[in-house]
């Protein structure tokens, strides 16, 4: 049977990754597990399966209306695909490492599947790389969230970016304090969410509140700017919930200070992200002119206990296709997807080829070997068009070679004609951050 392209299409919200951005996204990955190890976690690898009951007990509202279900032949039980990795390392912390001293440090890099609305551009599989630090209540664990997050944004070259702060315990006081409950309440953390005072004001007409809590709750929409944010806020808020918010938020800035981090920072009050889930300081990662997220995190001490483990806890993940979008056009990640060499032989004799290829490989090149047979301008092309950098002519004089870098442009260089083994060598070191 022949397949038509509608029959071998993939479905909506998924993609193929092909070698350059899939050594982008590796590189990237790399680079963000090598920050969190310099911290001191340590990886984990969780399965792509688990029991949707046992999942879903580390899952608020919003993330089990986004989980693939399925029924399991053997066991007779409902399986998941998980939408999300942080539960499934509650679940391991409450079980397989419950008699391990606290705190853990873990860090992560999987991919989940989520139910998504078919957008155009939305993507139901998340590249997901963070790190979970669990046994740890304390601003200082915060604030080490926020400043290794900071740290991979800037090893990932990224200048022009921003860390949004909330704290949900303020809104969470805020709230209760009204008194309002139900659908009523449902209705004005959208309007909160969304920043429209004036819905939060209709809202308050129907379902008057003190004027106190009304105060408190038109705050929410404007409480969001620099660290003068923070002095509105004590001067309008009286619920002993979001004062004792306020004060741990300061605490974490304190810490923050001492980085030298905070002029990267801004503050959202009002941020009502993870409002059943969180417990504390949230955050998320924006980079300038890029519409979403490219990580998030927070505190969400309640989660593990859940699973019978009573434990506090905090961290955060990168959107590694969102880290993608805005750096993927930097030299570096390009050079990473690149292959150093292409290896052309002009002599029917093999041996000297091999040996270069060898070496090269040797001395940490990505060495490719043209085994087709096809003459220079074919080979060249080639070359071009399967981004790899530079074409290595070997001839029958094992002395004599003649290395010809390809541009982007689709133009020859001539860099170096008739050169020594040693001289080549000297050649690709200077010239290696090029093309």
């Not at 969780?46 to 509202?61: N, Q």
Request: hydrophobic share 40%.
């Amino acid at each position: 049977m022949v397949l038509l392209s509608n029959d071998i299409a993939l479905p909506r919200g998924v993609s193929d990754f092909l070698p350059e951005a899939a050594a982008k996204i590796g590189t990237i990955e790399n680079r963000l597990l090598r920050v969190f190890e310099l911290w001191g976690f340590r990886r984990v690898i969780t399965p792509r399966l688990e029991y949707e009951d046992v999942l879903s007990t580390g899952m608020g509202d919003e993330l089990k209306g986004k989980t693939y279900r399925f029924d399991d032949r053997q066991s007779g039980r409902l399986l998941a695909l998980p939408p999300d990795i942080t539960p499934q390392i509650a679940r391991i912390a409450a079980t397989r490492m419950a008699a391990m001293p606290l705190p853990h440090r873990l860090s992560y890099s999987e991919r989940v599947l989520r139910q998504t609305e078919i957008q155009a551009g939305r993507s139901r599989e998340l590249f997901q790389t963070g790190v979970e630090l669990i046994g740890l209540d304390s601003p200082e664990a915060d604030a080490e969230m926020i400043v290794m997050a900071v740290e991979a944004m800037q090893v990932l070259g990224l200048q022009d970016f921003t860390i949004d702060l909330g704290q949900v315990e303020f809104c969470q006081g805020v709230f209760q304090a009204s008194g309002l409950d139900g659908e009523p309440l449902l209705k004005l953390r959208e309007a909160v969410s969304r920043k429209d005072s004036s819905a939060v004001a209709s809202l308050l007409r129907e379902h008057p509140v003190s004027p106190e809590s009304a105060r408190e709750i038109c705050a929410l929409t404007r409480l969001f700017g620099g660290r003068d944010v923070l002095k509105t806020a004590q001067e309008i808020v009286t619920n002993p919930r979001s004062s004792a918010a306020l004060e741990n938020l300061q605490e974490v800035l304190a810490i923050l200070d001492i980085h030298g981090v905070t002029d990267l920072l801004s503050i959202d009050l009002g941020e009502t992200r993870g409002l059943d889930y969180h417990s504390g300081v949230t955050f998320e990662g924006f980079v300038s002119g890029f519409g979403e997220s490219v990580c998030s995190g927070g505190r969400y001490d309640n989660l593990i206990s859940g699973y019978g483990f009573d434990a506090p806890a905090t961290g955060f993940t990168f959107n590694l296709l969102n880290l993608l979008l805005t750096v993927e056009r930097r030299p570096d990640l390009q050079r990473c997807a690149a292959t150093d060499f292409l290896l052309f032989n002009t002599s029917d004799d093999r041996r000297n080829v091999l040996q270069i290829a060898r070496r090269l490989r040797s001395l940490g090149y990505t060495t490719a070997r043209d085994i087709i047979r096809r003459d220079y301008a074919q080979s060249l092309e080639y070359a071009q068009k399967m981004n790899i950098r530079c074409m290595l002519v070997i001839g029958s004089d094992t002395d004599m070679y003649q290395a010809v870098r390809s541009s982007d442009g689709g133009t020859v260089s001539i860099a170096s004609s008739m050169i020594d083994l040693p001289g080549l060598m000297n050649y690709i070191e200077e010239n290696r951050g090029e093309n």
